[in-house]
């Protein structure tokens, strides 16, 4: 277990079976929290996303729902070790050890402003699992799948509450049915690219309760690198974090 910055003081205990990526840093940025607003994340790991939140919003409730016990575990050290280095805004991040599955049992419907989720990019029983539980369940849909984040959603979200994910863009077509399929009507699309001349290696999406169907905006697409290492964007997204470190 170790400790790492995520800027603004704000800082995340992580190991090396729950740690984060970028692509939690961009899920994070894209999902557009607003102050005051009830929060959950669905397979919060070891709670990178709510305390990036709440690094520059004041938030009414974030709940962290994880499966894992020793991810939720870490989460509950770091909101600790925030809350007692004046990092009041902590505070809001409430752990919940507790199956996707089971949302229905653990938090109410319809109350909820934005639901986050980083869901494991691989169906179960494709490519080669990782024989470690931890890192299997991160990546394969071995005990959530697509389905589940979806009803999840439904049941949490108030009407034209926002639903925000991340995949890999071969899951598009899974993806877009099956939100309508739970009331969940896309509405923001963004593709990521390691660089401008190569294929999309993520997509961010965004979609809303109970809206009607219609128009998706469809935003440009956000480079990670040019010639010079991290393009300026990469670098307005990620500056926080970085600060946190001494370079």
């Known amino acids: 277990m170790r400790i790492e910055p995520l800027g603004n003081g704000v800082e995340v205990y992580v190991s090396d079976r729950h740690h984060f990526t970028t692509d939690t840093i961009l ?10 607003e009830s929060v959950v994340e669905l397979g919060a790991g070891c709670g990178t996303i709510p305390l990036l939140m709440i690094r520059n919003h004041s ?22 070790h925030n809350l007692s280095n004046g990092i009041e805004n902590a505070a809001a991040i409430r752990p919940i050890h507790g199956d996707i599955r089971a949302v229905k049992e653990l938090l ?10 980083n869901p494991p990019y691989k169906l179960s029983g494709s490519g080669i699992e990782n024989p470690d539980a931890g890192k299997k369940t991160a990546r394969h849909e071995a005990s959530c799948t697509l389905e589940d984040v979806c009803a999840a959603a ?10 925000v994910m991340c995949q890999r863009p071969e899951r598009l077509t899974d993806i877009l049915g099956t939100l309508r399929a739970y ?14 001349d190569k294929a ?3 997509i961010l999406l965004e979609a809303k309760r109970g809206a009607k169907p219609g128009y998706m905006e469809a935003e440009p697409a956000l480079i990670i690198e040019d010639e010079n ?19």
């Open 27 to 36: 899920l994070a940025d894209f999902a557009r929290v607003k102050n005051g």
């Open 59 to 80: 938030l009414k409730e974030l709940y962290a729902v994880e499966i894992q016990d020793d991810a939720v575990e870490l989460l509950r050290q770091s909101v600790a």
């Open 108 to 117: 109410p419907a319809g109350a909820f402003d934005l639901v986050v989720c």
């Open 154 to 163: 439904n049941w949490l979200l108030r009407f034209s509450g926002r639903f």
């Open 183 to 196: 009331d969940l009507e896309p509405k923001r699309l963004r593709m990521v690219q390691g660089r401008i």
């Open 200 to 202: 999309p290696k993520l």
């Open 229 to 247: 290492g991290f393009t300026p964007e990469m670098r307005a997204i990620y500056g926080a974090y970085k600060d946190g470190y001494d370079e």
